[in-house]
């Protein structure tokens, strides 16, 4: 029985990466890089999906969404990581702390929902190609995409009200670089065992439901690729999804590691490393891969670069 005598902590605080104090500037400057090239990054993904005249086909509207979540999920991380390496740890206050853990499930929630709809529509176009134009229409697609960040919204809201009214005596040390969950949850001196079933329900919804679906669609993608009977063929049909496959085996491999494999009591920082792969590598990576694997991509950027000095330069 929790004590109702006990003081309810208002601040918490972030312990961080603790990384050497030698290389504190070094650390600081690279993720300050990482946030900029990923913000720049997904934004321009956005812009040439937004403004190009080829890209219009569901895949690049699913990439455009994803590129809006990566942002959303970089912009609520790496400020306070940013902060917490320079000064070595910061002090933040406890709704801040929550705040910043439901952007976080939010954002979580929402990558995994659009990787899963993105490897739908890779199946739609190898398995299925005659009926890819009448199934992927505009009207599924933006029912997708809706029903992506209405379930990624509501787990979100759920999970972090479920915490909010607990009772938090402290400490009031997280020793994480960003308030997740399971760092909150010791700092609880309630009994958490209708949070962790929610936790648990969230990540068979979140994580596992939709990586087994990619897994399926993928074998069945594979089983087809192979039914093609030239090699080039093959690698042409094959790299329309390569770059989705990279992201997703990096996304989930990160994910699945931190929250299935990896049990409390463990090392910290190994969690931490693991963490930082699916909060800040994987943002990164993603426009990375998207455009340096797609000609359509090359090619709508080649075309505002040519507009952009056409115009310039005539003035």
């Known amino acids: 029985m929790e004590d109702k005598n006990m003081s309810r902590i208002t601040t918490i605080h972030l312990l961080g990466l603790q990384t050497p104090h030698s290389i504190t500037f070094l650390i600081f400057f690279l993720f300050l890089l990482i946030y900029c090239v990923t913000i720049c990054g997904n934004f321009l993904i956005i812009l040439l999906v937004s403004y190009s005249k080829s890209p219009h086909s569901p895949m690049y509207f699913f990439l455009s969404q994803l590129s809006v979540s990566d942002i959303l999920l970089v912009t609520d991380i790496l400020p306070n990581t940013l902060h917490t390496v320079l000064m070595k740890g910061i002090v933040i206050s406890f709704s801040d702390c929550i705040s910043q853990f439901y952007f976080f499930s939010v954002s979580e929630g929402l990558e995994c929902f659009l990787l899963t ?58 020793n994480h670089f960003f308030c997740d969950l399971d760092p909150i949850l010791q700092l609880s001196c309630s009994d958490t065992a209708n949070v962790l079933l929610e936790e ?105 670069i040519n507009r952009f000095q056409h115009s310039y330069f005539s003035k």
């Open 200 to 304: 648990t329900l969230m990540t068979v919804i979140n994580v596992l439901i939709p990586f087994f679906t990619i897994i399926i669609s993928y074998v069945y993608i594979i089983i087809t690729i192979f039914k093609i009977p030239s090699i080039t063929g093959r690698q042409k049909v094959f790299s329309t999804c390569s770059s989705h496959l990279t992201v997703v085996c990096i996304y989930y491999g990160s994910m699945v590691c931190v929250y299935l494999v990896l049990r409390r009591g463990q090392s910290w920082d190994i969690t931490k490393f693991m963490s930082l792969v699916y909060t800040v590598v994987t943002p990164l990576m993603n426009p990375i891969i998207y455009s340096l694997r797609n000609k359509d991509l090359k090619k709508a950027a080649a075309k505002i």
């Open 117 to 174: 709809v993105m490897c739908y529509d890779r199946y739609v176009a190898i398995c299925k190609p005659l009926h890819y134009s009448l199934t992927m229409n505009f009207q599924l697609c933006w029912s997708m995409i809706i029903a992506c960040w209405v379930l990624s919204l509501l787990q979100g809201l759920i999970l972090t009200l479920t915490v909010s009214q607990l009772h938090f005596c402290g400490p009031d040390i997280v």
